[in-house]
């Protein structure tokens, strides 16, 4: 069972738009989410993260948005650049639950188009 | 380069022989977990140390698979007698602090282990 969700496999952006990167959560003891960014024959890097006392944290470009009543967060990309295109996870852990490790989604492909 | 290193990146072998990697965390950290990711996935969680101390093990983890950290410093995945669902990528990350604090993990580029 899924307990974190990205439901769109791909996206495809216009350089300079925003891009906006969906997950849904099921389980409500994750209190802490994370994004990373991976390019192929390469490991996951950490782009940004958020804990559930908060419901938004920005880092240049990138903005991580956390609804806790929906289970729900968001990264938002802008302007998108075309070296964001990769695949991105979403992840969550349950820290507070002493449980340290990360719960990945599936990833969502993004394509940035010139 | 102070990121996390894994070795071999790839590695063939045939059905049933042992294999082992190896993964060297960034310095500092006292935190290790090995992740196995296969296509269309993202990574699925196997274990982890602090220090020297194995705490959680992956149902995933069957007995062919066995992880250690001697010294609190590099680890060991070894998998015996593989099978051709072992084939994956395995991922090492590293982190500090302690299980309250918000620290993210960094992943090294992974192993791709290919069963023939």
């Known amino acids: 069972d899924q307990q974190v969700k990205q439901n769109s496999p791909s996206l495809s952006v216009q350089e300079g738009r925003i891009s906006i990167l969906n997950c849904d959560y099921t389980?409500?003891?994750?209190?802490?989410f994370l994004w990373y960014k991976k390019y192929p024959a390469e490991g996951p890097t950490f782009l940004i993260s958020i804990s559930s006392i908060k419901d938004k944290n920005e880092d240049g470009r990138f903005t991580v948005f956390l609804n806790k009543s929906a289970k729900h967060l968001s990264l938002h990309i802008v302007p998108s650049q075309p070296g964001d295109s990769a695949v991105y996870f979403c992840?969550?852990?349950?820290?507070?639950?002493?449980?340290?490790?990360?719960?990945f989604g599936k990833g969502t492909r993004l394509h940035i188009l010139p | 380069d102070t990121g996390v290193s894994q070795n071999p990146r790839h590695k063939i072998t045939k059905r049933g022989q042992n294999v082992t990697f190896r993964c060297d965390p960034i310095s500092e950290h006292n935190r290790l977990y090995w992740y196995r990711q296969t296509l269309g996935q993202g990574p699925e969680f196997l274990t982890y140390?602090?220090?020297?101390?194995?705490?959680?093990k992956s149902r995933l983890l069957s007995d062919r698979f066995s992880a250690e950290r001697p010294k609190g410093s590099f680890s060991t995945l070894e998998i015996q007698r593989t099978e051709q669902g072992d084939s994956a990528m395995y991922l090492c990350?590293?982190?500090?602090?302690?299980?309250?604090?918000?620290?993210?993990?960094?992943f090294g580029d992974g192993t791709r282990l290919s069963i023939l």
């Open positions: 140390f602090q220090n020297e101390a194995q705490l959680e």
């Open positions: 389980n409500s003891m994750f209190d802490y």
């Open positions: 992840a969550a852990s349950a820290r507070m639950n002493r449980d340290d490790k990360i719960i």
């Open positions: 990350a590293s982190s500090s602090g302690t299980a309250y604090s918000n620290q993210p993990q960094h």
